[in-house]
């Protein structure tokens, strides 16, 4: 019993699972000028929740409402989002400020010159969104190779640096992107808890506990083409080749949970096919390339460096992430009730998936 409370708290958790939480920050820095040119792209979702700007009491802000209360959206962000030079607070109040719609989701986006600045003393505090979402970021990209960052609930400062990045450097930084974001997308590793749970049938069924090391190549086979086919997804939109509807890839994300599930619940177990993981895998790539399509890096070197980063992070992270649940698979596999836990689990997916499928297209 015990177990199962575990289980159904641990779903209860995922239910924001990869939803996007992002405000980017691009900063472009002339050596020579000293002039600093600001561009913070902030997603208005979590702004309109609040009924002040809902003023019609429809429940659907237009940009309309957005505009008129512009002034009011930019104090917000002044408040949360503190520029230093030094000790001197630099204001934001009288930015450029646009409205636009990207991947479905709408933005705000203020720019701004600043004069005379010495990027060695500026620095940034930000605690934008952390009290509604925990898991909301601020993606920074410095342009002419000073590097990235990201600010959360656990790291809300950044001092920038007038040294350039080396790409070793950009590297590493996106890799931890990719693990990040990966362990964020709760819906994406449990579409792969999905994929593992036929191996844990194939454990439990007597005739098969002694043939670990055929079941482990089928294992690793499964996983390598799902990780092939999102790999080459999220390099194809990042590269701006297709870039499809965000709304459209994540509900298809949620479909192809609810249709593994399904398939686990009803004891067709046959189903993890390589064309099936492949198709599903392609989902899920475009999923993953949000953040990289919407930093836009002028070297083409540096984008192609974080672009291998950021899909090794998200591999590493997915390795992580297997690593742990095979045990925890494995003991499951050899108790007598492996084929009711098994249907449980599927079944609590299964009611998640729909609930991400009727929240992605605006029916819930």
């Not at 991947?103 to 010495?118: A, C, E």
């Amino acid at each position: 019993m015990k177990f199962i409370i575990l289980i159904l708290l641990f779903f209860t958790y995922s239910l924001n699972a990869h939803q996007l939480m992002e405000n980017y920050l691009k900063v472009d820095f002339d050596d020579d000028s000293k002039i600093l040119s600001m561009s913070l792209k902030i997603e208005t979702r979590l702004l309109e929740n609040n009924s002040f700007i809902d003023d019609n009491k429809n429940e659907i802000i237009s940009f309309k409402e957005l505009k008129a209360h512009q002034d009011f959206l930019v104090a917000y962000t002044q408040k949360h989002f503190n520029l230093f030079l030094v000790d001197k607070k630099l204001s934001i109040l009288d930015s450029k400020v646009s409205f636009d719609r990207y991947q479905d989701q709408t933005y705000m986006t203020l720019t701004k010159t600043f004069q005379n600045i010495n990027l060695d003393l500026l620095r940034l505090k930000y605690d934008m969104f952390f009290d509604i979402e925990d898991t909301h970021k601020l993606l920074i990209h410095l342009s002419d190779k000073r590097g990235e960052h990201t600010l959360d609930i656990s790291n809300t400062k950044y001092s920038f640096s007038s040294l350039r990045l080396s790409e070793f450097q950009r590297l590493y930084i996106f890799i931890k992107d990719g693990i990040s974001h990966i362990l964020d997308g709760l819906d994406h590793l449990l579409f792969v808890l999905m994929l593992l749970i036929p191996t844990v049938i194939t454990l439990h069924q007597k005739s098969n506990r002694n043939n670990i090391k055929s079941i482990s190549i089928s294992l690793l086979k499964i996983i390598t083409i799902f990780s092939l086919a999102h790999s080459l997804t999220l390099f194809i939109s990042a590269m701006g080749f297709i870039k499809p509807n965000i709304m459209f890839i994540e509900s298809a994300i949620a479909f192809s949970i609810f249709v593994v599930a399904l398939m686990n619940f009803l004891g067709k177990y046959n189903h993890v096919n390589y064309k099936i993981v492949f198709l599903f895998g392609l989902f899920h790539g475009f999923g993953f390339a949000n953040v990289l399509e919407i930093v836009q890096m002028d070297d083409i070197i540096s984008f192609l460096v974080a672009l291998f980063g950021f899909n090794l992070g998200v591999e590493l992270g997915q390795i992580f992430v297997i690593a742990l649940l095979l045990p925890f698979l494995y003991l499951i596999a050899k108790t007598k009730w492996c084929i009711s836990i098994i249907k449980l689990i599927s079944f609590v997916s299964m009611l998640l998936s729909i609930y991400w499928l009727l929240q992605r297209t605006s029916l819930l």
